[in-house]
């Protein structure tokens, strides 16, 4: 148990350390968020909508931004594998196919992380909403059954030029309930409802993230090898 928990934090340290080097993926990420609040704000403002009706659009707009910054993420992680570590990886170190997975997953799910953080920062800046910790939360849960998705299928698309479009194509129509729950949770909470532990669309949301991370697991070989 020991050596499997030294290589999955090797391999964790890597993937994260290559990344924060470069900062590619931070500075595109950043970017890619200030671009589309800057664009949302401007839009809202030319509507002329009630602060209600701006309340409604903004968990939408929200999770389809996340989603499309997503895909630039995983595609700027995958890039390092095809060209660098996934050779070094499985002849130097020959990590299982498990915590190949759980490093990547751990990795992209700090950069996703991050990606939500920097939107509802910016969110807050740009379009005066009053964002509170149950938002962040309820991001954080659906980000991890999502990130679980991602890393499995971004095997399959990482060698293709048109990943950043394929890859969102083939993830969407399966975490569809995730990320429905995700607007159920996002609207109750910007209306100022209470948000309880009973609530259908979080026990929705804890079922999804156990199925799609027990998924990835175990299927991550096989759709590497594919």
Sequence with gaps: MQPAIKLLFLLTKKELHDELVSKQTLVALFMFNLLFITLLSSG????????LSNIMLFAPFLWCAFIASSSLATSKLSEYDARYRFDYIYKILKAPFELIYLAKFIATYFFLSLSLIILLFLAAIFLNINLTL?????????????????????????????????????????????FFAALELSNTIML???????????????????????????????????
């Design 192 to 226: 100022g409802d209470a948000l309880e532990l009973s609530n259908i669309w979080i026990s929705l949301a804890l079922a999804l993230d156990l199925i799609y991370f027990v998924a990835g697991v175990n299927l991550y070989q096989f759709m590497s090898r594919s």
């Design 134 to 178: 149950s938002l962040l939360v309820v991001g954080l849960l659906i980000i991890f059954g999502y990130t679980a998705l991602l890393v499995l299928f971004s095997t399959t698309t990482h060698t293709s030029p048109l990943k950043n479009l394929i890859l969102p194509i083939v993830i969407i129509p399966i975490t569809f309930p995730l």
């Design 44 to 51: 809202l403002q030319i509507a002329l909508l009630n602060d």
